[in-house]
């Protein structure tokens, strides 16, 4: 082994450093300032601690908090720190999962009885932070299975030791930090010290290994930070988050519904917010017609044996809804999990040449999947959705052009809707567990090459994520970031091989021989029901006007102007404005103020000089009053701010 070895940073420069050097150590060597920022290492894509010897060449990345996977190596970390303080208030607590989330982590424990709740969490913040102040070092150490299973059997620990059972002896790896010992593959931060502030979040049950057979166990949410001052920025965030949470303003604004007798994750969409989903689809179906798609309708079931076709019944089938079985003992049908088989089927109808491709079949297609109850939340996570599907039949020279349009039309549907602040990510397969995929080594490099191809020429920013693509190819994700700083996934475009070889898709090419189409699975929003949720809170519910379910209130200041505020109603509804007239017993006060909080964009106030003149007062929510005029003048002024969208939707 050379006593030398050069590492790669992400600038492409290349530094000789000895064999055995740490990535804090080559961050030290960069600048001071960087190595006291320094969280982890990712070597040679993967990441590891900052404090492990680097032995080969390698690509180095350091990160940082500004880094996601610095971020999760610190949450990772914190959890173990959770998990110290909690050993140290609660002797005798067993310790199952402790992984970060998105936002910050949680630890699922079992307190053998003890107490413990939303009143408690002070002395636990207070612990976390008292040990994180003696900066103690996480310590990586490998351990015979042999070992590991003694030392958590005298513990009196199952879960580790349940875990243990999966693992192979010379992969178990412990990490110590304090007077805390965890089974940890890691990665983990250098110290305790990095650590400045802890706020526990949330309590909630959880059965073990996600099993509703397992025991109960308590799921501690918590999130930490490096300074104190972020913390309070992030529970700042939350306050708002809740004054913008969907579930609230779906309600309030009475565009949506759940009940238990429907069933849990079953959304029921009331007439204002039925309008506010229509406007959406309308929206897309036009821009879809001009780009060539014609749409199709499915049935909501289909036969099993669709989906062994498919491939989605073995794949998924033992976690979904189960089999719907008819008197015949022969038939199986369910719930369509996915509208792509269907669009298969629809392909086969016919012959079809090359001169035929690329076909384009769209569908608003409702789909049912399997939920467990805890995940369900809102309209985010729920059992029964609309996806705007759509499938492309291609010849593969088609497939790149075919990309770069549907990458064109999301890009178009994000910034309709005002979400300018996106990011893509692709999502490949990983090469190191290639059965958790279908199709050919060759296939897969194709299709990888397109969507990476059709990415880069559009001038998109792109990550590349191993493991992230859908079992049967690889895939674009686009997320976007709201009006809060929160990042969501929302469209996404799948290039896939492998279902024209399952369904046995044949076209005709000009040789006269026959061939495999390819296929690009693509939805824009995701799922309707998910993009509304984030519309929703990405604008606190002041949606863009030509979205708007009520765009108008006509509030006649007495009795005695209903009749003309019926009339002024019937004129503006000719222009296709939509609203309501207010003819309520209730001072124009009120009516003003229940109109903005209801989100009505405009309030056309009526009296008697209004009536005399032919005219109206106008107030626009957030603006105030915009003075008297005319119908046809305030005609004129909606038309103008609604121009935009006016403009979008003949696209």
Not at 367 to 385: A, D, M
Not at 402 to 421: A, H, P
Not at 502 to 528: C, W
Request: charged share 30%; with cysteine.
């Amino acid at each position: 082994m050379s006593d030398q070895i050069s590492i790669t940073l992400p600038d492409g420069s290349v530094r000789e450093y000895p064999s055995g050097v740490t990535g804090l150590e080559v961050a030290a060597s960069i600048s001071e300032g960087l190595a006291r920022n320094v969280l982890a290492a990712k070597v040679n894509g993967t990441v590891q601690d900052a404090t492990r010897p680097i032995t080969t060449d390698a690509k180095v990345t350091l990160l940082t908090w500004n880094d996601r996977e610095g971020k999760a190596t610190f949450w990772h970390s914190s959890a173990h720190l959770m998990a110290e303080a909690m050993e140290a208030l609660y002797p005798g607590v067993k310790f199952a999962i402790g992984p970060p989330v998105e936002n910050g982590f949680y630890y699922d424990v079992d307190l053998n009885g003890q107490h413990f709740a939303q009143d408690d969490f002070k002395k636990v913040e207070e612990k976390m932070l008292e040990l994180a102040r003696q900066k103690n070092e996480y310590l990586r150490r490998a351990v015979p299975k042999a070992e590991a299973i003694h030392y958590f059997e005298e513990k009196g620990d199952p879960y580790k030791i349940e875990l243990l059972e999966g693992l192979e002896d010379g992969s178990i790896t412990f990490y110590t930090q304090g007077n805390f010992t965890d089974l940890c593959r890691g990665p983990h931060i250098p110290n305790t010290g990095f650590i400045k502030a802890a706020k526990l979040m949330n309590v909630a049950g959880a059965y073990w290994r996600g099993d509703e057979k397992n025991k109960m166990l308590t799921r501690i949410y918590a999130i930490t930070f490096p300074k104190q001052k972020e913390l309070d920025e992030y529970l700042h965030l939350l306050e708002e988050a809740k004054k913008r949470d969907h579930r609230r303003l779906g309600k309030e604004l009475e565009l949506l519904a759940f009940s238990e007798k429907v069933g849990q994750g079953l959304p029921l969409w009331l007439p204002k917010g039925t309008m506010l989903r229509e406007r959406l689809e309308n929206f897309l179906r036009r821009a879809q017609v001009r780009a060539g798609y014609s749409q199709v309708v499915t049935p909501h079931i289909g036969s099993k044996q669709l989906y062994v076709t498919s491939g989605h019944w073995d794949k998924y089938g033992e976690d979904s809804f189960q089999p719907i079985r008819t008197p015949d003992p022969n038939e199986e049908f369910l719930l369509k999990p996915m509208n792509c088989p269907h669009h298969c089927e629809i392909y086969k109808t016919k012959p079809r040449s090359y001169r035929d491709l690329p076909l384009r079949l769209a569908e608003f297609g409702t789909v049912y999947r399997y939920e467990q109850s805890g995940e369900l939340h809102g309209l985010t996570r729920v059992r029964g959705f609309t996806q705007d599907d759509a499938h492309i039949f291609c010849r593969p020279d088609q497939v790149k052009d075919e990309f770069m349009k549907v990458i064109d039309l999301v890009l178009y549907v994000f910034r309709s809707l005002g979400f300018n602040d996106y990011s893509a990510q692709v999502s490949l397969r990983d090469p190191e567990k290639k059965e958790k995929y279908i199709g050919s080594d060759e296939a897969w490099a194709i299709a990888e090459s397109a969507i990476i191809e059709a990415a880069a020429e559009k001038g998109l920013q792109t990550v590349h994520e191993l493991g992230e693509a859908a079992f049967y190819g690889p895939k674009l994700d686009f997320k976007v970031k709201d009006a809060l700083g929160r990042k969501w996934q929302l469209g996404t475009i799948q290039v896939d091989y492998q279902l024209p070889n399952r369904f046995e898709l044949e076209y005709t090419g000009s040789d006269n021989q026959k061939y495999r189409p390819v296929m690009i699975h693509r939805a824009p929003f995701g799922s309707m029901e998910r993009f509304i949720a984030i519309l929703i809170e990405n604008t606190g519910g002041n949606f863009p006007l030509w979205l708007s379910p009520d765009q108008i209130a006509v509030l006649p200041i007495s009795e005695k102007y209903e009749e003309y505020a019926n009339d002024l109603f019937l004129m503006l509804q000719e222009s296709d404005i939509r609203g309501y007239v207010d003819l309520r017993d209730e001072k124009i006060g009120r009516k003003i103020r229940d109109a903005e909080v209801n989100k009505v964009p405009f309030m056309l106030i009526v009296g008697e000089k209004e009536q005399a003149e032919g005219m109206v007062s106008v107030r626009r929510k957030g603006e105030g009053d915009l003075g008297m005029m005319s119908v046809e003048a305030f005609t004129k002024l909606f038309q103008q701010l609604a121009q935009p969208a006016a403009q979008l939707e003949r696209v």
